[in-house]
């Protein structure tokens, strides 16, 4: 069966024209995606904010976390490239339900890593205390981070079709925020549930379910025709350009995305170990500080979608206004590199903040490029730039792992967390081009 007849079967006869839909639907979508992402990170938080517990419980020490947060990494990477690739295929109507029920499911799994009935089998003779918990969740993990990839072809695919270029930074900017909203939901929901003796598995199984009840509210938005019709056109086609401008364009976004990638997963992934073992707050003070910084960075990625919005409307042309919002708020991740030579922990604190919400903000830009790609292949193409990123994070995650336990400090990573951007930034001045 062709491509076209495929298309012609999942789109309705002309004698049954869709009723338009009204100006408001189309952030309602927006709102439904911030969702997503909102449980896409709530899933992954979950590990992070609960890592202090688990590495006490079951000898979880930093070179195995570097472990876990690379085979995620790589995991995503994979997944990155298969999802992207069906998703141009399918469109995201239908595969966006069964990502979002993988990445729940997995993550529903990790709760029973503290059941030996489910973890001893995983252990051989000589192995160091807390090896099948570890492999368990390394298992988990590494399902979380395939099915977790799919969301981002999904999600680029329908902002890119619902939404005019005008609209796309400030479209990005809701559905990046989510990530931060479940961020800051996280630690007060371990919070509360810590209080109340629920354990650790709780937040893990019941997030996982949360993520479930989201398959019916797309089913109900998103109706067969939504996502089919005629993509607009992209600012680079990569049918007519030639391979020079192409390759110079994907090779451009590659690096900036690995910049980010680098700089967003260390800040995620560590902070709560190094606020709580590291300078010694305790658990309660550490999840504070945690939700005070994912505001920060949601506050950051909205403000980088009405930044430019705000420029544009004062005449400036969208493309140049991504730029100068791509150099600010690269000024601002930069702090993270002065955070070793603070002695202060308020200040700390409040640097840590300034750069999430500048690390954070850089998203937003990042996908308006990415969606000026070729519109026939951008599922595709964002899916290997994701993948790209998260290839150079994960490794860079297994390497600082065992950095850190080795220095037992965390200077080298806050140093590449900080300054990763700034070459992100010389990459997007001299690598990709204008559109035409």
Not at 144 to 149: H, R, T, W, Y
Request: net charge positive; proline share 5%.
């Amino acid at each position: 069966m062709g491509r076209t007849e495929l298309e012609r079967m999942s789109t309705p006869a002309a004698s049954e024209p869709l009723p338009a839909r009204p100006p408001s639907w189309k952030w309602w979508v927006c709102a439904v995606l911030l969702l997503a992402t909102f449980l896409n990170y709530a899933d992954r938080q979950v590990s992070s904010v609960s890592m202090p517990v688990l590495k006490a419980k079951y000898q979880i020490a930093e070179r195995r976390i570097g472990i876990l947060e690379g085979c995620f990494g790589f995991a995503f990477a994979a997944g990155s490239i298969v999802f992207g690739a069906v998703a141009d295929r399918v469109g995201p109507r239908r595969l966006y339900p069964v990502v979002l029920a993988g990445w729940s499911a997995a993550g529903i799994a990790t709760a029973f890593a503290g059941q030996d009935g489910f973890t001893d089998w995983l252990v051989r003779a000589g192995d160091d205390p807390g090896a099948g918990p570890f492999r368990w969740v390394l298992t988990c993990r590494t399902a979380l981070g395939f099915f977790e990839a799919g969301h981002w072809p999904c999600a680029l695919l329908t902002v890119r079709q619902i939404l005019t270029a005008k609209d796309r930074p400030f479209g990005n900017a809701l559905l990046q925020s989510g990530a931060s909203l479940g961020a800051i939901a996280v630690p007060v929901y371990i919070e509360i549930a810590d209080r109340a003796n629920a354990g650790w598995e709780f937040a893990f199984w019941s997030v996982g379910i949360a993520g479930l009840m989201w398959v019916p509210l797309w089913a109900s938005l998103i109706r067969r025709g939504d996502l089919e019709g005629a993509l607009p056109p992209a600012a680079v086609d990569t049918s007519t350009a030639s391979w020079a401008v192409v390759v110079r364009q994907f090779v451009g976004l590659a690096i900036v995305i690995s910049c980010l990638n680098v700089s967003w997963q260390f800040l995620r992934a560590w902070l709560p170990l190094f606020l709580q073992d590291y300078h010694g707050l305790s658990p309660t003070v550490t999840r504070l500080c945690v939700f005070a910084y994912f505001i920060a960075t949601d506050v950051g990625c909205i403000a980088a979608g009405l930044l430019v919005k705000l420029l544009a409307a004062y005449g400036t042309p969208v493309y140049v206004a991504r730029r100068i919002g791509f150099t600010g708020f690269t000024g601002l991740v930069a702090l993270a590199a002065v955070v070793p030579f603070v002695d202060s922990k308020l200040l700390m604190v409040a640097l840590l903040m300034i750069a999430g919400g500048g690390i954070l903000g850089l998203h937003p830009y990042y996908y308006a490029f990415v969606q000026e790609l070729s519109a026939a292949r951008m599922g595709l193409l964002s899916g290997t730039l994701a993948a790209t990123g998260w290839i150079a994070s994960s490794i860079f995650q297994i390497e600082i792992g065992a950095h850190i336990q080795e220095m037992k400090n965390y200077n080298a990573g806050l140093f590449i967390a900080g300054l990763a951007p700034l070459i992100a930034l010389v990459a997007l001045l001299t690598l990709v081009r204008r559109p035409a």
